[in-house]
């Protein structure tokens, strides 16, 4: 079975700084994609990036990039120019690449974003 | 097009009653979702539909839970004799099947607490 893991369970960055959130995971398929979704309080989750396992591009969404390292089974988000809207759980999420099957979730990291 | 809702929004029950949970997916939407979000932890999968049909059931839906999709549009998720350990944030989501790369769009959740 597919596992995802969170090792930051809070972070904290200034306003306009940059910071990194962790993940990695563990699966023997090779097809696969990956997300981020952020989880603002009390709001629903919304999807913040993805990336492809078969694709080397690094995926990037405006102020938010990724840096996946697929021998390493590592999947890490960058935040750049925080704001204090960035402030919410994130969720490192895994699917397999065979159909839209379930989402494998890690625990999350609050981010808190100090003005 | 509103989004993916859900209904209630919050339920308060006694130990050992049953409750009904309901999910709007956006529509047009053939994949629909179950997660299960309890403190500090990220969304667990439940089960999850395609269309009318009943495609996996995760280990954590015990025999008290049951879930339905009756005309492949909104879902009910049942909850008979809850337990103290039952109260949680549960989660619908939804996407179409016909793309491997769908996000899952994520309804605000309705959160349960068993007294």
């Known amino acids: 079975a597919q596992t995802v893991t969170q090792s930051q369970p809070e972070m904290s960055v200034q306003e306009a700084e940059t910071v990194t959130l962790s993940c990695t995971y563990d699966t023997s398929e090779s097809d696969y994609y990956l997300f981020w979704y952020k989880q603002p309080p009390s709001r629903q989750m919304i999807l913040v990036i993805r990336?492809?396992?078969?694709?080397?591009q690094n995926a990037t969404e405006n102020r938010f990039s990724v840096n996946f390292q697929k021998a390493a089974k590592s999947f890490s988000l960058k935040i750049s120019d925080s704001q204090l809207g960035d402030a919410a759980m994130y969720f490192c999420?895994?699917?397999?690449?065979?159909?839209?099957?379930?989402?494998?979730f890690g625990k999350g990291t609050r981010l808190s974003v100090i003005a | 097009d509103t989004g993916v809702s859900q209904d209630p929004r919050h339920k308060i029950t006694k130990r050992g009653q049953n409750v009904t949970f309901r999910c709007d997916p956006i529509?047009?939407?053939?994949?629909l979702y179950w997660y299960r979000q309890t403190l500090g932890q990220g969304p667990e999968f439940l089960t999850y539909?395609?269309?009318?049909?009943?495609?996996?059931k995760s280990r954590l839906l015990s025999d008290r839970f049951s879930a339905e999709r009756p005309k492949g549009s909104f879902s009910t998720l049942e909850i008979q004799r809850t337990e103290q350990g039952d109260s949680a944030m549960y989660l619908c989501a939804s996407n179409p099947w016909d793309r491997d790369d769908n996000e899952q769009f994520f309804g605000p959740g309705t959160r349960l607490t068993v007294l």
């Open positions: 990336q492809e396992a078969y694709k080397q």
């Open positions: 529509s047009e939407h053939n994949r």
């Open positions: 999420a895994y699917r397999s690449g065979s159909g839209n099957t379930p989402l494998v």
């Open positions: 539909f395609q269309n009318e049909a009943q495609l996996e």
